[in-house]
């Protein structure tokens, strides 16, 4: 439930404005106004009763994002760990900004800032559910796309990949992704049951 429609829809707006300036295009859309929004659609689909907290954290986990591209860290895992790690950090602040401008208090702020800032896997629900639909979204949208830039990859990497990318899931979002919520691609799906079957 939405305590305040008209608070929540300001808040909306102005992340969605944020990410309307990506000038990274997907399907003749800003990118990262196409995920929020495509988060949004898999909320909505996955757990329809969601939260408000839940729902903002969804539709920012990835705002304003191309401002902080990985050539900005140095090279290697520490390198790209640190990026994550600072871009989950970014996003946490950037959208807590933006609510306090649409009205939102201290409380509501840090919870939402808690789940994009990925604090409490699997203990926290928010945090759970933001994980559990940025997996299916990732999945659904981007997994193939992912698999043609990394042509190089052999069937053990790939098959690492969908199994990390399933133990981030709840119980709920596997069963989920397994009985027809989401649209598995196609070409992956020999793999995605390999991987799932051997987790």
Same mark, same amino acid.
């Given at each position: 439930?939405? &305590?305040?429609?008209?608070?929540?829809?300001? &808040?909306?707006?102005?992340?969605?404005?944020?990410? !309307?300036?990506?000038?990274?295009?997907?399907?003749?859309?800003?990118?990262? =106004?196409?995920?929020?929004?495509?988060?949004?659609?898999?909320?909505?689909?996955?757990?329809?009763?969601?939260?408000?907290?839940?729902? =903002?954290?969804?539709?920012?986990?990835?705002?304003?994002?191309?401002?902080?591209?990985?050539?900005?860290?140095?090279?290697?895992?520490? %390198?790209?760990?640190?990026?994550? +790690?600072?871009?989950?950090?970014?996003?946490a602040a950037t959208a807590g900004?933006?609510?306090?401008?649409?009205?939102?208090?201290?409380?509501?702020?840090?919870?939402?800032? !808690?789940?994009?800032?990925?604090?409490?896997?699997? +203990?926290?629900?928010?945090?759970?559910?933001?994980?559990?639909?940025?997996?299916?979204?990732?999945?659904?949208?981007?997994?193939?796309?992912? &698999?043609?830039?990394?042509?190089?990859? +052999?069937?053990?990497?790939? =098959?690492?990949?969908?199994?990390? +990318?399933?133990?981030?899931?709840?119980?709920?979002?596997?069963?989920?992704?397994?009985?027809? %919520?989401?649209?598995?691609?196609?070409?992956?799906?020999?793999?995605?049951?390999? !991987?799932?079957?051997?987790?």
């Amino acid at each position: 439930m939405i &305590a305040n429609p008209d608070r929540f829809n300001l &808040a909306i707006q102005l992340f969605d404005a944020a990410n !309307a300036e990506d000038p990274n295009q997907e399907d003749g859309q800003p990118k990262e =106004l196409l995920y929020a929004r495509r988060m949004t659609d898999m909320i909505q689909r996955f757990a329809p009763q969601a939260g408000e907290v839940a729902q =903002l954290a969804v539709r920012a986990q990835h705002i304003r994002r191309w401002t902080v591209p990985r050539n900005t860290y140095p090279l290697g895992k520490p %390198g790209y760990f640190a990026w994550r +790690t600072g871009l989950y950090k970014f996003h946490a602040a950037t959208a807590g900004e933006l609510m306090r401008q649409a009205g939102y208090d201290e409380i509501m702020v840090a919870q939402v800032m !808690a789940a994009i800032g990925k604090e409490g896997i699997k +203990t926290n629900p928010d945090t759970q559910l933001l994980e559990d639909v940025s997996c299916l979204v990732f999945i659904e949208h981007y997994m193939l796309g992912f &698999a043609g830039q990394q042509a190089d990859y +052999t069937e053990e990497k790939w =098959l690492g990949i969908i199994r990390k +990318t399933w133990k981030k899931m709840s119980d709920a979002a596997h069963s989920f992704a397994t009985t027809g %919520g989401i649209t598995l691609p196609e070409a992956l799906v020999p793999l995605i049951s390999k !991987a799932i079957a051997d987790s």
